[in-house]
C-alpha cells in the first residue's frame, strides 16, 4: 500500500549528538516531526521512523505486532549508534514506551530519555474484552487528533483496529516489567488534559523507573498529541535543554539532585 502523503520517516544527518524519535500507535512520523527538525536545526542527527503497519491503512495494522515496531526503532537505534557519539531516545504516547523500553534494554548506550504522554498500561476496562472481542469485532473508533489547538491535525488512522490493540497490551506487560532498568536521565511531559492515555500511565513511569535524574513537567493547555498542540514549543525547547546538558557533561550534577519536578 502507498504511504499517506506526510507519513513519510524523517531523517537528517547532522553532528555527534543523535535522537531517535518513536511515533504513537495508529499515527505516523508526522506527529512527531516538528520534534525532530526542531532538533535537527540545532545540529542533531534525527530519525523518525515509520513503525510497520503505519502510515498507509489500518488493515495493515492488524497483521503487525509490538515486535514488530520494535524492532524498527531497536534498527534505528543501533544505526544511530554507530554514527554518533551520544545517543538519545524520544517517544510520543505507544513511542515514548517504546523509548523506555529501548533505554532498559541498551543501558548505557542511551544518553537519555524524553517522553511525551507515555503509554504503558490499559487505561479503560474495555481493554480487558480485546482478547475475544477482537474475533467479532476487527476494529472500533480511532483515537488520533486529540489536540485542543485549531487547526493542527494528526495524521493517523480513523480506525483503531482490535487485533493490533491485543499486540499493544503486550508490549505494556513488557515495558512495565523493565521500568526498573531504565536509569538514564529521564525527561516526562504529560498533559493535564488528555483524553486518550490517562495519568496514570505518567505516574507508573515516575513510580518504577530507576532513573534518579529524573525532570517531570506538565502540560496546561494541550491534549494527547502535545507534540502538534499549544505546549509543543516547551517540550521542543525543553529536549534540547535536556540534550545539552547531559552533552556538555551536566549529568552528574543533575543526578546528584535527584528528582525535578515543574508544571504541577
Not at 54 to 72: K, N, P, S
Not at 101 to 129: E, F
Not at 210 to 238: K, N, Y
Not at 243 to 252: I, M, N, T, W
Amino acid at each position: 500500500m502507498p504511504l499517506l502523503p506526510g507519513a513519510e520517516p524523517y531523517r537528517h544527518e547532522g553532528g555527534e549528538v543523535g535522537v531517535l524519535l518513536c511515533h504513537g500507535f495508529t499515527g505516523s512520523p508526522q506527529s512527531v516531526r516538528p520534534w525532530g527538525e526542531y532538533l535537527a536545526e540545532r545540529g542533531a542527527t534525527v530519525s523518525v521512523p515509520l513503525l510497520p503497519g503505519h502510515g498507509t491503512r489500518w488493515q495493515d495494522l492488524q497483521i503487525t505486532g509490538w515486535q514488530d515496531w520494535y524492532a524498527e526503532v531497536d534498527r534505528e537505534f543501533r544505526d544511530l549508534s554507530r554514527r554518533c557519539s551520544r545517543v538519545f531516545v524520544c517517544g510520543l504516547s505507544m513511542g515514548g514506551g517504546l523509548a523506555l523500553r529501548l533505554a532498559a534494554q541498551h543501558g548505557d548506550a542511551v544518553a537519555g530519555v524524553a517522553v511525551v504522554n507515555p503509554s504503558v498500561k490499559a487505561d479503560s476496562a474495555q481493554v480487558k474484552a480485546v482478547p475475544v472481542l477482537r474475533h467479532l469485532v476487527p476494529s472500533v473508533k480511532g483515537i488520533a487528533d486529540d489536540i485542543a489547538k485549531e487547526g493542527s491535525h494528526e495524521l493517523g488512522y480513523d480506525r483503531t483496529p482490535l487485533h493490533a490493540v491485543h499486540a499493544l497490551t503486550g508490549l505494556w506487560k513488557t515495558v512495565q516489567a523493565e521500568l526498573p532498568l531504565v536509569r538514564q536521565p529521564l525527561l516526562l511531559f504529560n498533559s493535564r488534559n488528555d483524553h486518550v492515555v490517562a495519568p496514570a500511565n505518567t505516574a507508573m513511569v515516575l513510580a518504577r523507573v530507576g532513573s534518579t535524574d529524573v525532570t517531570h513537567r506538565v502540560l496546561e493547555r494541550s491534549f494527547h498529541v502535545a507534540t502538534l498542540d499549544f505546549d509543543a514549543p516547551e517540550i521542543f525547547q525543553g529536549t534540547q535543554a535536556f540534550v545539552e546538558r547531559l552533552s556538555s557533561g551536566g549529568a552528574d550534577r543533575a543526578g546528584q539532585d535527584g528528582v525535578a519536578s515543574g508544571g504541577a
